[in-house]
């Protein structure tokens, strides 16, 4: 019953599972985002490796450790050990981040890339799940974005820390792979400390009782058809790395890039609450489909830019982008499926965009290295436009 009573205490108007959740996510991406926006300048200026390989190093490491977005999700609606799964995520990512600092082969850097997104598909799909189940549909819009603000300002302010630490430590890498520790081991304190399971799990369908497929089984058809189309969608939309990579292409100084990765994310955290209600009233559909056209245009402009003002526009704009569709896109999946699979729900949905980032990488790093920058993210706009065309026509 403790965990009734949590869930019914207000903080700025939500419930505390959806604020610790918040405080999580703020955390943890803090910590995470001090390393993305240099990751792929160290492993290119250090390292010495080419764009390709970065291609390859982000697609395995994201699509590979998205398969246990559906296992999770699955574990989570069998026995109800939701909050031990995202310990156990939250715990892994946050204390193998660090080892970074070690790292002298990209082979070495893809084993940490791996384990650090390994712990986020263990974490991803019970938490999603937990954060429907504490909302009514009337307001779980407003409670993704939330959670999404909260993720997003932590990725805001992680590259600003990442830049004032490049600062005053000339520049050294070692130093920002060693303090990510710190807010990463706060948010898994938080979590462990704070966050309050429901005793009981709730009745699971036969079907969930299995060991679980990438299957659409006992799924219903708008569920299927939206989570191929974003699929699609994932296909195009390739490694952030590769945005980092276009900024230093331009001609952007490597300690000013973590403060573009800061600007999108700030833009990012001011819009994801309004544009999460926004979908409350007029529907989740217009607010993803204006998303993904803003994306086709955004990465047009990745290709044609040759200028660093243009850099720090196109960023700004990203971040309007991503507030219209990360946290909004799990809002739908949870709209469709009833309470007792949302968890394979989410699960099937995050795996299988997941696994779509590893040849959406590994074709933006051939393209890149075959035919120029302009190519990659023409091909990316244009899948872009044609699932937004497949939004409009099957009126998913």
């Known amino acids: 019953m403790e965990s009734e009573r949590q869930s019914k205490k207000q903080f700025f108007g939500l419930n505390s599972v959806i604020f610790v959740l918040g405080m999580v996510s703020l955390l943890t991406d803090l910590s995470s985002q001090m390393i993305v926006p240099i990751l792929p300048l160290y492993l290119t200026s250090v390292l010495h490796v ?21 296992f999770s999700g699955w574990i989570s609606d069998r026995f109800g050990k939701r909050k031990l799964l995202m310990v156990g995520g939250y715990g892994l990512s946050n204390l193998i981040k660090p080892f970074f600092a070690f790292s002298t082969s990209w082979g070495q850097v893809l084993f940490i890339r791996f384990a650090d997104r390994f ?77 309050k399971e429901k005793r009981n799990p709730i009745k699971t369908p036969s079907n969930v009782k299995r060991l679980p497929r990438i299957s659409f089984k006992g799924l219903n058809s708008r569920f299927v058809w939206f989570t191929l189309i974003t699929t699609l969608f994932t296909i195009g939309n390739f490694s952030d790395a590769f945005l980092i990579l276009r900024a230093k292409d331009v001609g952007m100084a490597a300690e000013y890039i973590p403060l573009t990765y800061f600007a999108y994310n700030i833009i990012t955290s001011i819009f994801s609450t309004p544009f999460g209600m926004i979908s409350d009233r007029i529907g989740r559909r217009p607010v993803i489909i204006t998303g993904y056209v803003m994306f086709a245009l955004i990465y047009l402009g990745f290709g044609l830019v040759h200028t660093v003002f243009g850099i720090w526009i196109l960023f700004f704009i990203y971040g309007l982008y991503y507030a219209t569709t990360e946290g909004i896109q799990k809002a739908y999946v949870a709209d469709m499926v009833p309470e007792g699979q949302r968890g394979m729900a989410m699960g099937t949905f995050n795996a299988l965009t997941g696994i779509a980032t590893l040849p959406a990488s590994v074709m933006a790093g051939f393209l890149w290295q075959s035919f120029g920058a302009f190519t990659a993210f023409g091909v990316s706009s244009l899948l872009a436009i044609i699932s937004a065309l497949l939004m409009l026509i099957l009126r998913i």
């Open 50 to 70: 080419q764009v390709g390989t970065v291609g390859i190093i982000e697609g395995i490491a994201e699509s590979t450790a998205s398969i246990l977005k559906f």
């Open 119 to 195: 712990g986020k598909g263990i974490r991803t799909s019970p938490r999603d799940a937990i954060l429907a189940d504490s909302t009514t549909k009337e307001e779980r819009g407003k409670a993704f974005g939330f959670r999404r603000s909260m993720d997003t300002l932590g990725a805001a302010l992680g590259p600003f820390v990442t830049y004032l630490i490049l600062t005053l430590w000339n520049g050294s890498y070692q130093a920002v792979f060693w303090l990510s520790a710190i807010p990463g081991l706060m948010a898994t304190l938080l979590l462990i400390i704070f966050l």
